[in-house]
């Protein structure tokens, strides 16, 4: 797998996009998740409503796949319930597995499918959306 496979044009714009770059001012939960094995960290704000996510913010450092995994969650997130944000990160997982997902309930799901073939970068995409799922679970227990 060359670099430019894995580190396609699409990938390096919706890191660069950085959607819902920063921090909330009141979060209703904040989770920081690190990857020991790269360095990675994300940083994870949530706030709910109605048992949806109302408002999001992601602060990352780490390499592109993980700025572009946050900044997809970014762009995503907004107004769905936890459940929803689950199937996007299972169908994720399918995916980096080299499955096949038909129809993902977000498309950009399938710029991560180069990384199926490089296991050891699996968890930099998963990292966000691990610190996502903390967050609401988080959120939820503090409402």
Known sequence: MSQE???NDALVALAKANHRGGRLTEPHASVTRDNPLCGDRVT???ALMDGRVADLAQ???GCLLTQAAASL???HAAALEPDEVKQAMA???RLLRGEAVVAPSWPELALF???AAVRSRHECVLLPFRALTEALEEAADER
């Open 5 to 7: 496979q894995l580190y």
């Open 44 to 46: 994870l704000d949530v």
């Open 59 to 61: 602060k990352t450092r």
């Open 73 to 75: 969650i970014g762009s």
């Open 91 to 93: 169908e994720l997982e």
């Open 113 to 115: 499918a180069p990384v």
